[in-house]
Protein backbone atom coordinates (compact mmCIF):
# COMPACT_ATOMS: atom_id res chain seq x y z
CA UNK A 1 0.00 0.00 0.00
CA UNK A 2 1.33 3.67 -0.99
CA UNK A 3 0.37 6.49 0.42
CA UNK A 4 -0.11 9.85 -1.11
CA UNK A 5 3.23 11.29 0.27
CA UNK A 6 4.03 13.74 -2.10
CA UNK A 7 0.95 15.83 -2.54
CA UNK A 8 -0.02 15.85 1.12
CA UNK A 9 3.49 16.75 2.35
CA UNK A 10 3.49 19.68 -0.30
CA UNK A 11 0.36 20.78 0.64
CA UNK A 12 1.58 20.81 4.41
CA UNK A 13 4.65 22.39 3.03
CA UNK A 14 2.65 25.12 1.02
CA UNK A 15 1.13 25.86 4.48
CA UNK A 16 4.72 26.18 6.05
CA UNK A 17 5.55 28.35 3.21
CA UNK A 18 2.86 30.81 3.76
CA UNK A 19 3.97 30.80 7.15
CA UNK A 20 7.08 32.92 6.06
CA UNK A 21 5.99 34.55 3.38
CA UNK A 22 3.25 36.13 4.85
CA UNK A 23 5.56 37.73 7.48
CA UNK A 24 5.45 41.58 6.70
CA UNK A 25 8.63 42.43 8.95
CA UNK A 26 12.14 43.40 8.23
CA UNK A 27 14.30 40.78 8.39
CA UNK A 28 15.15 40.45 12.50
CA UNK A 29 19.14 39.16 13.42
CA UNK A 30 20.06 35.65 12.75
CA UNK A 31 20.59 35.45 16.63
CA UNK A 32 17.61 36.13 18.37
CA UNK A 33 17.89 38.57 21.27
CA UNK A 34 16.24 36.43 24.02
CA UNK A 35 18.19 33.78 25.77
CA UNK A 36 15.46 31.35 26.42
CA UNK A 37 12.95 29.82 24.33
CA UNK A 38 10.05 27.61 24.76
CA UNK A 39 7.96 26.16 22.00
CA UNK A 40 5.37 23.63 21.67
CA UNK A 41 4.47 21.90 18.51
CA UNK A 42 1.81 19.26 16.90
CA UNK A 43 2.08 17.97 13.72
CA UNK A 44 1.58 14.54 11.54
CA UNK A 45 3.87 12.49 9.04
CA UNK A 46 3.89 9.63 7.33
CA UNK A 47 5.99 6.56 8.09
CA UNK A 48 7.34 3.61 6.91
CA UNK A 49 8.91 1.00 8.44
CA UNK A 50 10.35 -2.58 8.90
CA UNK A 51 10.70 -4.16 11.96
CA UNK A 52 12.35 -7.61 11.70
CA UNK A 53 11.58 -8.40 15.21
CA UNK A 54 8.10 -8.18 14.93
CA UNK A 55 7.76 -9.03 10.79
CA UNK A 56 9.87 -9.36 7.79
CA UNK A 57 7.10 -7.06 5.82
CA UNK A 58 6.89 -3.27 5.44
CA UNK A 59 4.36 -1.28 7.13
CA UNK A 60 3.63 2.30 6.75
CA UNK A 61 1.29 4.84 7.66
CA UNK A 62 -0.18 8.20 9.12
CA UNK A 63 1.72 9.60 12.45
CA UNK A 64 0.83 11.82 14.76
CA UNK A 65 3.62 13.55 17.17
CA UNK A 66 3.51 16.42 19.78
CA UNK A 67 7.08 17.66 20.90
CA UNK A 68 8.35 20.06 23.14
CA UNK A 69 11.48 22.17 23.06
CA UNK A 70 13.73 24.32 25.02
CA UNK A 71 16.42 26.33 24.24
CA UNK A 72 18.89 27.81 25.98
CA UNK A 73 21.65 30.71 24.52
CA UNK A 74 24.52 30.66 26.86
CA UNK A 75 26.86 33.37 24.74
CA UNK A 76 28.36 31.29 21.41
CA UNK A 77 26.14 28.09 22.82
CA UNK A 78 22.80 27.11 21.82
CA UNK A 79 21.54 24.66 23.89
CA UNK A 80 18.40 22.66 23.37
CA UNK A 81 16.66 19.66 24.64
CA UNK A 82 13.30 18.20 23.24
CA UNK A 83 11.33 16.17 24.07
CA UNK A 84 8.68 14.26 21.46
CA UNK A 85 6.19 11.49 21.26
CA UNK A 86 4.02 9.92 18.51
CA UNK A 87 1.45 7.57 17.36
CA UNK A 88 1.52 5.69 14.31
CA UNK A 89 -1.70 3.89 13.02
CA UNK A 90 0.67 1.42 10.01
CA UNK A 91 -0.81 -0.65 7.54
CA UNK A 92 0.85 -3.43 5.65
CA UNK A 93 2.05 -1.98 2.38
CA UNK A 94 1.28 -5.25 0.21
CA UNK A 95 -1.92 -6.97 0.26
CA UNK A 96 -1.94 -9.03 2.79
CA UNK A 97 -3.53 -8.96 5.98
CA UNK A 98 -1.59 -7.30 9.75
CA UNK A 99 -1.50 -3.56 10.88
CA UNK A 100 0.63 -2.06 13.58
CA UNK A 101 0.79 0.55 16.04
CA UNK A 102 3.76 2.38 16.65
CA UNK A 103 4.01 4.29 19.81
CA UNK A 104 7.19 6.36 20.44
CA UNK A 105 8.50 9.04 22.78
CA UNK A 106 11.92 10.47 23.16
CA UNK A 107 14.72 12.79 24.44
CA UNK A 108 16.73 14.65 22.77
CA UNK A 109 19.82 16.91 23.79
CA UNK A 110 21.40 19.30 20.85
CA UNK A 111 24.69 21.44 22.21
CA UNK A 112 26.05 23.74 19.25
CA UNK A 113 28.38 26.38 18.99
CA UNK A 114 28.65 29.46 16.30
CA UNK A 115 31.38 28.35 14.12
CA UNK A 116 30.98 30.22 11.09
CA UNK A 117 28.96 33.43 9.69
CA UNK A 118 28.12 33.77 5.78
CA UNK A 119 26.14 37.46 5.78
CA UNK A 120 23.17 36.71 7.06
CA UNK A 121 23.76 33.04 7.77
CA UNK A 122 24.94 31.63 10.88
CA UNK A 123 26.25 27.89 10.90
CA UNK A 124 26.47 26.19 14.00
CA UNK A 125 27.93 22.48 14.80
CA UNK A 126 27.80 20.34 17.86
CA UNK A 127 26.62 17.32 19.37
CA UNK A 128 23.11 15.30 19.39
CA UNK A 129 22.37 13.33 22.10
CA UNK A 130 19.21 11.24 21.46
CA UNK A 131 17.01 8.80 23.30
CA UNK A 132 13.80 7.22 22.68
CA UNK A 133 11.66 4.16 23.11
CA UNK A 134 9.73 2.36 20.49
CA UNK A 135 6.29 0.23 21.54
CA UNK A 136 4.93 -1.45 18.02
CA UNK A 137 1.59 -3.32 18.42
CA UNK A 138 1.61 -6.15 15.78
CA UNK A 139 -1.64 -7.69 14.74
CA UNK A 140 -1.05 -10.63 12.61
CA UNK A 141 -2.95 -12.03 10.38
CA UNK A 142 -3.85 -15.21 11.57
CA UNK A 143 -7.43 -16.39 12.75
CA UNK A 144 -7.76 -15.26 16.01
CA UNK A 145 -5.67 -11.82 14.84
CA UNK A 146 -3.07 -12.12 17.36
CA UNK A 147 -1.48 -9.22 18.83
CA UNK A 148 1.87 -9.16 19.92
CA UNK A 149 4.08 -6.21 21.67
CA UNK A 150 7.90 -5.58 20.50
CA UNK A 151 9.18 -3.24 22.72
CA UNK A 152 13.02 -0.76 21.61
CA UNK A 153 15.16 1.46 23.17
CA UNK A 154 17.82 3.56 21.50
CA UNK A 155 20.18 5.91 22.89
CA UNK A 156 22.19 7.53 20.05
CA UNK A 157 25.07 10.41 19.74
CA UNK A 158 26.56 12.09 16.46
CA UNK A 159 27.51 15.62 15.24
CA UNK A 160 24.82 18.29 14.35
CA UNK A 161 25.21 21.00 12.38
CA UNK A 162 22.75 23.91 11.87
CA UNK A 163 22.49 27.00 9.51
CA UNK A 164 20.06 29.51 10.96
CA UNK A 165 18.87 33.04 8.74
CA UNK A 166 16.25 35.98 9.34
CA UNK A 167 13.77 35.38 7.05
CA UNK A 168 10.67 37.65 7.27
CA UNK A 169 10.87 38.73 10.83
CA UNK A 170 11.39 35.31 11.84
CA UNK A 171 13.92 32.86 11.56
CA UNK A 172 14.62 30.21 9.34
CA UNK A 173 17.51 27.39 11.09
CA UNK A 174 18.13 23.75 9.11
CA UNK A 175 19.05 20.99 10.98
CA UNK A 176 21.01 17.82 10.42
CA UNK A 177 21.97 15.09 12.61
CA UNK A 178 23.60 11.58 12.32
CA UNK A 179 24.15 8.60 14.86
CA UNK A 180 27.74 7.24 15.16
CA UNK A 181 26.65 5.53 17.90
CA UNK A 182 24.79 4.08 21.33
CA UNK A 183 23.01 1.96 23.30
CA UNK A 184 20.33 -0.29 21.86
CA UNK A 185 17.73 -2.01 24.09
CA UNK A 186 15.92 -4.99 21.38
CA UNK A 187 14.64 -7.93 23.29
CA UNK A 188 15.15 -11.14 21.67
CA UNK A 189 11.11 -11.56 20.97
CA UNK A 190 8.24 -9.59 21.99
CA UNK A 191 7.03 -8.75 25.37
CA UNK A 192 5.89 -11.25 27.28
CA UNK A 193 4.26 -11.01 31.18
CA UNK A 194 7.93 -13.19 32.19
CA UNK A 195 10.15 -10.48 32.31
CA UNK A 196 14.40 -11.24 31.31
CA UNK A 197 17.06 -8.36 33.15
CA UNK A 198 17.41 -5.20 30.88
CA UNK A 199 20.33 -6.22 28.22
CA UNK A 200 21.66 -3.46 26.56
CA UNK A 201 23.84 -3.75 23.37
CA UNK A 202 26.17 -1.21 21.64
CA UNK A 203 25.85 0.11 18.17
CA UNK A 204 28.40 1.29 15.84
CA UNK A 205 28.58 2.97 12.40
CA UNK A 206 28.44 -0.26 11.34
CA UNK A 207 25.08 -1.58 12.11
CA UNK A 208 23.71 1.85 13.24
CA UNK A 209 23.20 4.67 10.58
CA UNK A 210 20.48 7.25 10.37
CA UNK A 211 19.96 10.67 9.30
CA UNK A 212 17.79 13.81 11.15
CA UNK A 213 17.03 16.77 8.80
CA UNK A 214 14.94 19.33 10.09
CA UNK A 215 13.56 22.86 8.53
CA UNK A 216 12.29 25.24 11.21
CA UNK A 217 10.67 28.38 10.41
CA UNK A 218 9.48 30.72 13.85
CA UNK A 219 7.70 33.62 13.24
CA UNK A 220 8.59 37.02 15.15
CA UNK A 221 11.87 36.71 16.46
CA UNK A 222 11.81 39.93 17.88
CA UNK A 223 8.82 39.30 19.73
CA UNK A 224 7.94 37.34 23.30
CA UNK A 225 5.55 35.04 21.37
CA UNK A 226 5.71 33.55 17.44
CA UNK A 227 4.60 31.12 15.76
CA UNK A 228 6.76 27.68 14.83
CA UNK A 229 6.29 25.86 11.80
CA UNK A 230 8.68 22.76 11.36
CA UNK A 231 9.77 19.72 8.81
CA UNK A 232 11.40 16.87 9.73
CA UNK A 233 12.70 13.74 7.99
CA UNK A 234 14.07 11.08 9.76
CA UNK A 235 15.65 8.00 8.30
CA UNK A 236 16.94 5.59 10.72
CA UNK A 237 18.26 1.83 10.01
CA UNK A 238 19.80 -0.45 12.68
CA UNK A 239 21.38 -3.71 11.81
CA UNK A 240 23.14 -4.93 14.73
CA UNK A 241 19.92 -7.14 16.28
CA UNK A 242 16.62 -7.52 14.90
CA UNK A 243 16.45 -5.34 11.79
CA UNK A 244 14.86 -1.99 11.95
CA UNK A 245 14.48 0.44 9.51
CA UNK A 246 12.37 3.40 9.35
CA UNK A 247 11.46 6.52 7.14
CA UNK A 248 9.14 9.76 8.72
CA UNK A 249 8.56 12.78 7.88
CA UNK A 250 6.63 15.13 9.71
CA UNK A 251 5.46 18.17 9.42
CA UNK A 252 4.45 20.50 12.42
CA UNK A 253 2.95 23.71 13.79
CA UNK A 254 3.17 25.34 17.28
CA UNK A 255 4.34 28.41 19.20
CA UNK A 256 7.01 29.76 20.55
CA UNK A 257 7.66 31.61 23.52
CA UNK A 258 10.87 33.54 24.43
CA UNK A 259 12.04 35.27 27.25
CA UNK A 260 15.30 36.60 28.96
CA UNK A 261 17.61 38.54 27.76
CA UNK A 262 20.76 36.57 25.90
CA UNK A 263 23.60 36.06 27.94
CA UNK A 264 21.77 35.82 31.23
CA UNK B 1 14.77 40.32 0.77
CA UNK B 2 11.45 39.65 -1.32
CA UNK B 3 13.16 37.33 -3.76
CA UNK B 4 14.92 35.74 -0.75
CA UNK B 5 11.66 35.06 0.86
CA UNK B 6 10.54 33.52 -2.06
CA UNK B 7 13.53 31.31 -2.40
CA UNK B 8 13.51 30.05 1.14
CA UNK B 9 10.28 29.20 1.13
CA UNK B 10 10.48 27.19 -2.31
CA UNK B 11 13.31 25.32 -0.99
CA UNK B 12 11.90 24.76 2.44
CA UNK B 13 8.66 23.23 0.51
CA UNK B 14 11.24 21.33 -2.33
CA UNK B 15 12.81 19.95 0.50
CA UNK B 16 10.41 18.35 1.90
CA UNK B 17 8.34 17.50 -1.16
CA UNK B 18 11.18 15.40 -2.09
CA UNK B 19 12.13 13.97 1.32
CA UNK B 20 8.49 13.18 1.09
CA UNK B 21 8.47 11.22 -2.52
CA UNK B 22 11.47 9.49 -1.53
CA UNK B 23 10.18 8.04 1.94
CA UNK B 24 8.27 4.66 0.48
CA UNK B 25 11.14 3.99 -1.79
CA UNK B 26 13.91 4.29 0.89
CA UNK B 27 12.42 2.08 2.79
CA UNK B 28 12.70 -0.94 0.39
CA UNK B 29 10.48 -3.76 -0.68
CA UNK B 30 10.64 -5.98 2.93
CA UNK B 31 11.28 -9.42 2.28
CA UNK B 32 11.16 -11.14 -0.82
CA UNK B 33 8.20 -13.33 -1.60
CA UNK B 34 9.86 -16.07 -3.59
CA UNK B 35 9.13 -19.71 -1.87
CA UNK B 36 12.98 -20.39 -1.23
CA UNK B 37 13.13 -17.53 0.67
CA UNK B 38 10.44 -17.11 2.39
CA UNK B 39 11.14 -21.06 3.24
CA UNK B 40 14.64 -19.59 4.39
CA UNK B 41 13.22 -17.03 6.17
CA UNK B 42 10.92 -19.47 8.07
CA UNK B 43 13.58 -21.93 8.80
CA UNK B 44 16.12 -19.18 10.11
CA UNK B 45 12.93 -17.78 12.45
CA UNK B 46 12.73 -21.39 13.89
CA UNK B 47 16.21 -21.89 14.17
CA UNK B 48 16.63 -18.70 16.29
CA UNK B 49 13.77 -18.80 18.60
CA UNK B 50 12.44 -22.72 19.44
CA UNK B 51 12.71 -23.88 22.53
CA UNK B 52 12.82 -27.58 22.38
CA UNK B 53 15.43 -28.78 19.98
CA UNK B 54 17.91 -29.60 22.50
CA UNK B 55 15.02 -30.99 24.56
CA UNK B 56 13.67 -33.06 22.03
CA UNK B 57 16.73 -33.99 20.09
CA UNK B 58 15.84 -32.35 17.27
CA UNK B 59 18.41 -31.80 14.26
CA UNK B 60 17.22 -28.51 12.62
CA UNK B 61 20.19 -28.76 10.40
CA UNK B 62 19.56 -32.39 9.17
CA UNK B 63 15.69 -31.56 9.11
CA UNK B 64 16.39 -28.38 7.00
CA UNK B 65 18.48 -29.94 4.47
CA UNK B 66 15.85 -32.51 3.60
CA UNK B 67 13.19 -29.87 3.18
CA UNK B 68 15.01 -27.26 1.57
CA UNK B 69 15.33 -28.76 -2.13
CA UNK B 70 11.12 -29.54 -1.87
CA UNK B 71 10.64 -25.99 -0.64
CA UNK B 72 12.76 -25.19 -4.00
CA UNK B 73 10.92 -27.26 -6.12
CA UNK B 74 7.38 -26.42 -5.42
CA UNK B 75 4.96 -24.11 -7.66
CA UNK B 76 1.49 -23.27 -6.11
CA UNK B 77 0.83 -22.01 -2.59
CA UNK B 78 -1.01 -25.58 -1.86
CA UNK B 79 2.46 -27.49 -2.35
CA UNK B 80 4.37 -25.03 -0.48
CA UNK B 81 1.97 -25.20 2.56
CA UNK B 82 2.43 -29.05 2.08
CA UNK B 83 5.82 -28.85 2.58
CA UNK B 84 6.06 -26.26 5.77
CA UNK B 85 4.17 -27.95 7.05
CA UNK B 86 5.52 -31.34 7.06
CA UNK B 87 8.75 -29.94 7.84
CA UNK B 88 6.66 -28.38 11.30
CA UNK B 89 5.14 -31.81 12.26
CA UNK B 90 8.24 -33.02 12.69
CA UNK B 91 8.62 -31.01 15.67
CA UNK B 92 5.56 -33.17 17.26
CA UNK B 93 4.62 -29.52 19.09
CA UNK B 94 1.10 -28.57 19.72
CA UNK B 95 2.36 -24.98 20.22
CA UNK B 96 3.82 -25.12 16.28
CA UNK B 97 1.72 -24.71 13.60
CA UNK B 98 1.38 -22.84 9.83
CA UNK B 99 -1.75 -20.54 8.83
CA UNK B 100 -1.60 -19.98 4.78
CA UNK B 101 -4.16 -17.62 3.73
CA UNK B 102 -6.03 -18.85 1.25
CA UNK B 103 -4.54 -22.47 0.96
CA UNK B 104 -6.30 -24.31 3.85
CA UNK B 105 -6.81 -24.17 7.36
CA UNK B 106 -4.30 -24.30 10.50
CA UNK B 107 -1.72 -26.63 9.84
CA UNK B 108 0.06 -28.56 12.58
CA UNK B 109 0.80 -31.68 14.59
CA UNK B 110 -1.77 -33.54 15.96
CA UNK B 111 -1.06 -35.69 19.36
CA UNK B 112 -2.38 -39.21 19.33
CA UNK B 113 -4.41 -38.68 22.19
CA UNK B 114 -6.45 -36.04 20.55
CA UNK B 115 -7.92 -38.64 18.46
CA UNK B 116 -7.84 -41.46 20.11
CA UNK B 117 -9.14 -40.28 24.17
CA UNK B 118 -12.74 -39.77 24.27
CA UNK B 119 -14.31 -36.15 24.58
CA UNK B 120 -15.96 -34.86 27.72
CA UNK B 121 -19.91 -34.63 27.23
CA UNK B 122 -20.74 -31.44 29.32
CA UNK B 123 -24.15 -32.19 28.24
CA UNK B 124 -24.38 -35.78 30.22
CA UNK B 125 -22.40 -34.67 32.94
CA UNK B 126 -25.11 -31.31 33.28
CA UNK B 127 -27.98 -33.98 32.75
CA UNK B 128 -26.86 -37.10 34.67
CA UNK B 129 -24.22 -35.00 37.85
CA UNK B 130 -26.45 -31.88 38.35
CA UNK B 131 -28.82 -31.02 40.70
CA UNK B 132 -28.87 -27.29 39.22
CA UNK B 133 -26.77 -26.23 36.67
CA UNK B 134 -25.81 -22.24 35.49
CA UNK B 135 -24.00 -20.63 32.58
CA UNK B 136 -22.45 -17.49 33.25
CA UNK B 137 -23.52 -14.69 31.15
CA UNK B 138 -20.26 -14.55 28.87
CA UNK B 139 -20.51 -18.61 28.61
CA UNK B 140 -16.89 -19.45 29.48
CA UNK B 141 -18.42 -21.33 32.68
CA UNK B 142 -20.68 -23.81 33.49
CA UNK B 143 -21.35 -25.40 36.88
CA UNK B 144 -23.73 -26.18 39.32
CA UNK B 145 -24.19 -28.67 42.35
CA UNK B 146 -23.12 -32.23 42.27
CA UNK B 147 -24.05 -33.15 45.20
CA UNK B 148 -24.80 -31.40 48.80
CA UNK B 149 -22.13 -29.16 49.19
CA UNK B 150 -20.26 -29.89 46.14
CA UNK B 151 -20.31 -27.01 43.60
CA UNK B 152 -19.10 -27.74 40.03
CA UNK B 153 -17.38 -25.45 37.38
CA UNK B 154 -16.37 -26.24 34.14
CA UNK B 155 -14.27 -24.26 31.85
CA UNK B 156 -13.52 -25.39 28.06
CA UNK B 157 -10.60 -22.31 27.44
CA UNK B 158 -8.95 -19.91 28.76
CA UNK B 159 -9.31 -17.57 26.03
CA UNK B 160 -11.21 -14.15 25.69
CA UNK B 161 -12.03 -11.45 28.37
CA UNK B 162 -14.64 -10.67 31.13
CA UNK B 163 -13.72 -13.73 33.24
CA UNK B 164 -13.77 -11.88 36.58
CA UNK B 165 -16.96 -10.73 36.23
CA UNK B 166 -18.50 -14.33 35.66
CA UNK B 167 -15.39 -16.25 37.98
CA UNK B 168 -17.84 -13.83 40.67
CA UNK B 169 -21.12 -14.53 39.31
CA UNK B 170 -19.99 -18.77 39.45
CA UNK B 171 -18.23 -18.82 42.84
CA UNK B 172 -21.51 -16.45 44.52
CA UNK B 173 -23.94 -19.09 42.84
CA UNK B 174 -22.18 -21.85 44.49
CA UNK B 175 -21.17 -19.59 47.20
CA UNK B 176 -22.58 -23.08 49.55
CA UNK B 177 -20.07 -25.27 48.81
CA UNK B 178 -17.87 -26.96 51.31
CA UNK B 179 -16.01 -28.59 48.00
CA UNK B 180 -15.07 -27.60 44.42
CA UNK B 181 -14.77 -29.55 41.49
CA UNK B 182 -12.95 -27.38 38.98
CA UNK B 183 -13.35 -29.43 35.36
CA UNK B 184 -10.40 -28.32 33.11
CA UNK B 185 -10.62 -31.44 30.90
CA UNK B 186 -10.60 -30.54 26.79
CA UNK B 187 -9.46 -27.37 27.69
CA UNK B 188 -7.21 -26.46 24.94
CA UNK B 189 -5.94 -23.08 26.98
CA UNK B 190 -6.19 -19.41 25.69
CA UNK B 191 -4.57 -16.75 28.29
CA UNK B 192 -2.30 -17.68 30.32
CA UNK B 193 -2.82 -14.52 31.86
CA UNK B 194 -6.37 -15.71 32.75
CA UNK B 195 -5.73 -19.16 33.93
CA UNK B 196 -3.17 -17.92 36.70
CA UNK B 197 -5.89 -15.19 37.84
CA UNK B 198 -8.69 -17.69 37.98
CA UNK B 199 -6.07 -20.12 40.01
CA UNK B 200 -5.85 -17.32 42.19
CA UNK B 201 -9.58 -17.26 42.91
CA UNK B 202 -8.85 -20.26 45.33
CA UNK B 203 -5.29 -19.28 46.59
CA UNK B 204 -4.23 -19.02 50.16
CA UNK B 205 -1.52 -16.91 50.03
CA UNK B 206 1.19 -15.94 46.45
CA UNK B 207 2.51 -19.23 45.90
CA UNK B 208 5.63 -20.03 43.24
CA UNK B 209 3.96 -22.87 40.87
CA UNK B 210 6.35 -23.10 38.23
CA UNK B 211 9.58 -21.54 36.08
CA UNK B 212 10.08 -20.57 32.50
CA UNK B 213 12.87 -20.41 30.46
CA UNK B 214 12.70 -17.90 27.67
CA UNK B 215 14.93 -18.96 24.75
CA UNK B 216 17.03 -15.74 24.85
CA UNK B 217 20.16 -16.13 21.84
CA UNK B 218 20.97 -17.59 18.53
CA UNK B 219 21.94 -20.84 20.22
CA UNK B 220 20.05 -23.33 20.71
CA UNK B 221 21.17 -23.90 24.37
CA UNK B 222 20.71 -20.03 24.94
CA UNK B 223 18.21 -19.46 27.50
CA UNK B 224 17.52 -17.30 30.05
CA UNK B 225 17.91 -18.00 33.90
CA UNK B 226 14.46 -19.29 35.79
CA UNK B 227 12.09 -16.62 35.98
CA UNK B 228 9.62 -17.56 38.62
CA UNK B 229 5.65 -18.08 37.76
CA UNK B 230 3.64 -17.34 40.51
CA UNK B 231 -0.40 -17.12 41.80
CA UNK B 232 -1.98 -15.38 44.31
CA UNK B 233 -4.97 -14.62 45.77
CA UNK B 234 -7.44 -12.28 43.48
CA UNK B 235 -10.66 -11.42 42.62
CA UNK B 236 -13.83 -10.40 44.77
CA UNK B 237 -15.17 -13.85 45.78
CA UNK B 238 -12.47 -16.76 46.43
CA UNK B 239 -12.40 -20.30 47.46
CA UNK B 240 -10.49 -21.99 49.62
CA UNK B 241 -12.20 -25.38 50.76
CA UNK B 242 -10.89 -28.97 49.03
CA UNK B 243 -10.79 -28.57 45.31
CA UNK B 244 -10.90 -31.11 42.84
CA UNK B 245 -9.18 -30.58 39.15
CA UNK B 246 -9.94 -32.65 36.80
CA UNK B 247 -7.56 -33.09 33.98
CA UNK B 248 -7.13 -35.54 30.85
CA UNK B 249 -4.80 -35.62 27.56
CA UNK B 250 -6.38 -33.03 25.97
CA UNK B 251 -5.42 -30.25 28.64
CA UNK B 252 -2.63 -28.19 27.20
CA UNK B 253 -0.97 -25.39 27.14
CA UNK B 254 -3.00 -22.67 29.33
CA UNK B 255 -4.86 -25.14 30.93
CA UNK B 256 -1.73 -27.18 32.34
CA UNK B 257 -0.21 -23.48 33.82
CA UNK B 258 -3.95 -23.63 36.00
CA UNK B 259 -2.98 -26.91 36.76
CA UNK B 260 0.18 -26.00 37.76
CA UNK B 261 -0.91 -23.10 39.83
CA UNK B 262 -3.79 -25.41 41.25
CA UNK B 263 -1.76 -28.25 42.03
CA UNK B 264 0.76 -26.19 44.43
CA UNK B 265 -2.33 -25.01 46.83
CA UNK B 266 -2.52 -27.52 49.70
CA UNK B 267 -6.19 -27.97 49.28
CA UNK B 268 -5.92 -29.08 45.68
CA UNK B 269 -6.06 -32.68 44.03
CA UNK B 270 -5.84 -33.26 40.60
CA UNK B 271 -7.83 -35.94 39.37
CA UNK B 272 -8.16 -37.98 35.77
CA UNK B 273 -5.31 -38.78 33.47
CA UNK B 274 -2.09 -36.58 32.32
CA UNK B 275 -2.39 -33.85 30.27
CA UNK B 276 -1.09 -32.83 26.96
CA UNK B 277 2.59 -31.78 27.52
CA UNK B 278 2.46 -28.70 25.70
CA UNK B 279 4.01 -25.98 27.39
CA UNK B 280 5.65 -23.84 24.41
CA UNK B 281 4.35 -20.34 24.76
CA UNK B 282 3.80 -19.76 21.13
CA UNK B 283 5.41 -16.45 19.44
CA UNK B 284 3.49 -15.40 16.22
CA UNK B 285 5.31 -14.81 13.05
CA UNK B 286 4.88 -13.96 9.46
CA UNK B 287 6.02 -14.87 6.26
CA UNK B 288 6.64 -12.41 3.50
CA UNK B 289 3.08 -13.93 1.62
CA UNK B 290 1.36 -12.85 4.99
CA UNK B 291 0.86 -16.23 6.49
CA UNK B 292 1.50 -16.80 9.86
CA UNK B 293 3.51 -19.35 11.99
CA UNK B 294 3.57 -20.14 15.27
CA UNK B 295 7.07 -21.12 17.12
CA UNK B 296 7.54 -22.23 20.85
CA UNK B 297 9.44 -19.88 22.32
CA UNK B 298 10.05 -20.85 26.19
CA UNK B 299 10.72 -23.92 28.41
CA UNK B 300 8.43 -24.77 30.98
CA UNK B 301 9.26 -26.48 34.37
CA UNK B 302 7.16 -27.69 37.27
CA UNK B 303 7.65 -26.26 40.44
CA UNK B 304 10.23 -29.26 41.06
CA UNK B 305 12.38 -27.91 38.48
CA UNK B 306 10.87 -30.59 36.06
CA UNK B 307 10.16 -30.20 32.45
CA UNK B 308 6.53 -31.25 31.49
CA UNK B 309 6.72 -30.73 27.69
CA UNK B 310 5.72 -33.69 25.76
CA UNK B 311 4.74 -35.74 28.61
CA UNK B 312 2.51 -33.76 30.50
CA UNK B 313 1.23 -33.13 33.89
CA UNK B 314 0.36 -36.63 36.11
CA UNK B 315 -2.93 -35.82 38.17
CA UNK B 316 -2.68 -37.20 41.71
CA UNK B 317 -5.56 -40.08 41.35
CA UNK B 318 -5.45 -41.41 37.98
CA UNK B 319 -8.59 -41.78 36.28
CA UNK B 320 -9.41 -43.32 32.66
CA UNK B 321 -12.51 -42.08 30.92
CA UNK B 322 -14.22 -45.03 29.43
CA UNK B 323 -16.53 -44.48 26.64
CA UNK B 324 -19.66 -45.30 28.50
CA UNK B 325 -22.22 -42.78 29.63
CA UNK B 326 -20.39 -42.98 32.73
CA UNK B 327 -18.34 -40.28 33.67
CA UNK B 328 -15.61 -41.77 36.17
CA UNK B 329 -13.77 -38.92 36.77
CA UNK B 330 -16.48 -37.13 38.00
CA UNK B 331 -17.67 -39.81 40.10
CA UNK B 332 -14.47 -40.69 41.55
CA UNK B 333 -14.17 -36.16 42.34
CA UNK B 334 -17.18 -36.60 43.81
CA UNK B 335 -15.87 -39.58 46.25
CA UNK B 336 -12.84 -38.14 47.18
CA UNK B 337 -15.14 -34.96 47.96
CA UNK B 338 -17.66 -36.89 50.26
CA UNK B 339 -14.65 -38.88 51.97
CA UNK B 340 -15.63 -41.78 50.20
Known amino acids: MRFPVTSMTACLCASLASVAAAQSRPSAPASPPFGHELSITTGMGFTDRIDASASPRPYGGLANGVGLSYTFRPGAW ?25 YAGGLAFDAQRTVAQFGPVTMRAGLTLESWADALRHRYGDQSSTTSTFISAFGTAGPAVSLSMPLGGGTLSGLASIPLGGLVYQPYANARQEREPIR ?36 FDYTGGWHARSITNTTSIGIVTRFGRKGQ | MRARRKIAAVCLAAAATVSGCAASDLIGPGATADYSSMFEDMWTQFDLHYSYFDLRGVDWNAIGARYRPQAGAVTTDVQFA ?12 LHVSLTPTGAGGTVRWYSPYETSEPTVNINAILGKYLTSSFVTTGGHIRGGFVAPGIGYVRMASFSESGWDAEMDDALGRLSGATAMIVDVRDNLGGSKTTATAIAGRFADRERTFGYVRLRNGPKHSDFSADIAETVKPVGAKRFTGQVYVLSNRRCMSSAEDFILAMRVLPQTTVVGDTTAGASGA ?17 IAYTVDHQTFEGVGLIPDVTVKL ?19
Open chain 1, 200 to 235: LTTAGPTSLRGLDFGLRYESSASRTFGIVAEYRFRG
Open chain 2, 322 to 340: GRTATDEVIERAVALAQGR
Open chain 2, 82 to 93: NVLGSMLKELQD
Open chain 1, 78 to 102: TLTTRAQGSIASLQPRDDFAGSEHA
Open chain 2, 282 to 298: PLVRELANGWTYTISQW
